[in-house]
């Protein structure tokens, strides 16, 4: 699965001008951009909704604003959900 936003989108959406974050960035929108195409499924990557990649964007802010501060088992979690293995 493709990123469906750029590095230049997200950290114009952070207000970051520096580098310094650049590879921490673009995890964060490689895991955004796979939480949001579990919910919605595969998306056409030269045809991405508007609303997807803002959906992209705020997780990927979320995720950037909370790095620090976030409780152990607050923000892993939710996006491991999806892939937790059930067994009957």
């Not at 974050?21 to 909704?49: C, L, N, R």
């Amino acid at each position: 699965m493709s990123d469906l936003v750029t590095l230049a989108e997200a950290k114009l959406h952070l207000r970051v001008t520096h580098d310094d974050e650049d590879t921490a960035i673009a995890m964060m929108i490689a895991a955004a951009s796979e939480a949001v195409a579990d919910i919605v499924g595969e998306i056409d990557p030269d045809d991405i909704p508007v609303r997807v990649k803002l959906a992209v964007l705020t997780r990927v802010a979320v995720m950037f604003d909370t790095r620090d501060s976030i409780e152990a088992g607050k923000g892993e979690l939710p996006m491991l959900t999806p892939l937790r293995k059930l067994e009957v």
